[in-house]
């Protein structure tokens, strides 16, 4: 399956945005979907993460109440809607599919990936 996500861009401390992840193939459905982030200088990290019926999600403790994962599987589209940012939101943000079954865990890897967005929150 190939990704690319979309919808980056500078937004304001407090503002919102909503990512975009597109994917190719007729397998969407069968694929759990997350998206991770990377600060400059520091390890990628784990943002949230859907199931393949979009019935269930996990988040980062950093994330929770704020940002909320969903899918469209008719679309094959990913979607992460990024609410009251900060500064430490700032990063280049990845989605990735992966064929393990969901599970209510933070995950480190993922089988595939998607180029990045960037997503800068100024002060």
């Known amino acids: 399956v190939q990704l690319q996500a979309s919808g980056g861009g500078l937004v304001q401390a407090g503002g919102s945005l909503r990512l975009s992840c597109a994917a190719s193939?007729?397998?969407?459905?069968?694929?759990?979907m997350g998206w991770f982030r990377q600060a400059p200088g520091k390890e990628r990290e784990f943002v949230a993460v859907i199931s393949r019926s979009g019935g269930s999600t996990y988040y980062a403790d950093s994330v929770k109440g704020r940002f909320r994962i969903s899918r469209d599987n008719a679309k094959n589209t990913v979607y992460l809607q990024m609410n009251s940012l900060k500064p430490e939101d700032t990063a280049v943000y990845y989605c990735?599919?992966?064929?393990?079954?969901?599970?209510?865990?933070?995950?480190?890897?993922?089988?595939?990936w998607g180029k990045g967005t960037q997503v800068t929150v100024s002060s």
């Open positions: 990735a599919a992966d064929s393990r079954i969901f599970n209510y865990q933070v995950y480190y890897n993922m089988d595939y």
């Open positions: 193939g007729r397998t969407f459905s069968t694929y759990i």
